[in-house]
């Protein structure tokens, strides 16, 4: 025989459910960022491993072009003296036998290269994922502590956090209108432009971004300029460096490779060569990140 509740019964119940429900989708929600990080950091380091030793590959390129008139070849086997051991031993070193030394020397610098920019940005990620999963086990503790307290407040919070407010500027009267952009936001709160065109790319570098904003581009592929907005003059975290870093790259014909250079300034060290085609600048000063030429599923598509 089922027995009626009460109209202050069934209010309880409801509640009691409701909290269940939040208490779940809390909890699958922070695991879920646990396990993401925790995938993201395994892979990270097979990343890593797969550059494999900058300074050896560099040791290397130094020793063919060092031993360029004694090397001994055997098929893909190159027999050097190793000058930076002191009791210079003959080592091997894997070479393609058609290819001269000086050739393979320059092999080895590129390997070198792509080893100590994939080290630097691979360990700041790495950096960024570690301390990532860390305040998740922290919200976790949070999350039951708060179950255990009935707060359902803060339970609701993690399932449906507050909308992040955002740096971007609201536009101005005197703000250049350009269509000619692709516009992200990062994770966090930078606005993002990609130019279309070699005429956006002009239009956007030269009219829309000011002196201090942060300008992108891959190196040594055509591509679009992409501009990070800074309004407010602060540093570019670098999460959001990386992120457009990759939006450089992958709109670029360098997205046919896995990871590829896109090389950063301010705005204000680009310059527009005299009687140049569209898109081409010029760069005083740049640096350089070594990026994946994916779009970073995390910036927001406006």
């Known amino acids: 025989m089922e027995v009626e509740l009460s109209a202050a019964e069934r209010r309880d119940l409801e509640r009691r459910e409701q909290f269940e429900r939040i208490v779940t989708a809390a909890r699958k929600k922070v695991l879920s960022s646990i396990s993401k990080q925790r995938k993201l950091i395994k892979n990270l380091h097979g990343d890593l491993e797969k550059h494999g030793d900058p300074e050896t590959w560099k040791r290397y390129g130094d020793l063919l072009l060092a031993n360029v008139h004694n090397a001994v070849r055997e098929g893909n086997a190159i027999k050097v003296t190793d000058y930076f051991d002191e009791r210079t031993p003959v080592i091997e070193i894997e070479g393609d036998s058609n290819k001269p030394l000086n050739e393979i020397a320059e092999s080895y610098f590129r390997l070198y290269t792509k080893a100590r920019n994939g080290k630097a940005m691979i360990s700041q990620r790495i950096a960024a994922a570690e301390a990532a999963l860390k305040s998740a086990g922290e919200l976790m503790a949070h999350l039951e502590a708060a179950i255990e307290a009935g707060d359902a407040e803060f339970i609701s919070s ?61 190196a040594d592929f055509p591509g679009s300029h992409v501009v990070i907005r800074n309004p407010n003059r602060k540093e570019i975290p670098q999460l959001t460096l990386h992120q457009a870093a990759r939006l450089a790259a992958f709109y670029s014909d360098a997205r046919k490779l896995d990871k590829a250079a896109v090389n950063y300034t301010l705005k204000k060290f680009v310059n527009k060569p005299k009687r140049s085609a569209p898109g081409l600048v010029s760069m005083s000063s740049f640096k350089t990140l070594y990026v994946e030429t994916t779009i970073p599923g995390e910036i927001d598509n406006r």
């Open 158 to 218: 993690i399932v449906a956090p507050k909308q992040k407010v955002t740096e971007v500027k609201r536009k101005k009267k005197t703000d250049v209108e350009f269509n000619g952009a692709r516009k992200f936001v990062s994770s966090d709160g930078f606005e993002i432009l990609v130019g279309k065109k070699a005429v956006d790319n002009d239009f956007l570098t030269f009219r829309v971004a000011r002196s201090l904003d942060t300008w992108m581009h891959a």
